[in-house]
């Protein structure tokens, strides 16, 4: 599987932005599929992740301002970002983990294919 992140950008305090993550070569659909962010001298953490059925969970520092998605038909699943904070402030990666448990979802080492990372920066 490749993953191509793309979307990032520079953006105010308040802003919002909808990062995409488009895969060839295994249908995305029999992955679980995460968003993970890096910031600057911090380790990589979990943000989102959408399963198969639709079902998506969120770190609680993105909780009710982002929201996940996927587009089977496109092989493409996306993250919508709102209300962003400075602190938002992040290299943001796509990843999908073809043999997923539940309880491992939300770690680095549980995801098997990890796109490029497209940079988000918010300003104050």
């Known amino acids: 599987v490749q993953l191509q992140a793309s979307g990032g950008g520079l953006v105010q305090a308040g802003g919002s932005l909808k990062l995409s993550c488009a895969a060839s070569?295994?249908?995305?659909?029999?992955?679980?599929m995460g968003w993970f962010r890096q910031a600057p001298g911090k380790e990589r953490v979990f943000v989102a992740s959408i399963w198969r059925s639709g079902t998506t969970y969120y770190s609680d520092s993105v909780k009710g301002r982002s929201t996940m998605s996927r587009d089977d038909a496109k092989n493409t699943v996306y993250l919508q970002m709102d209300s962003l904070k400075p602190e938002d402030t992040a290299l943001y990666y796509c990843a999908a983990d073809p043999s997923p448990i539940f309880s491992s979802q939300y770690r680095v080492s549980s995801y098997s294919y990890w796109g490029q990372g497209t940079l988000v920066t918010v300003s104050s």
């Open positions: 070569g295994r249908t995305l659909s029999r992955n679980v």
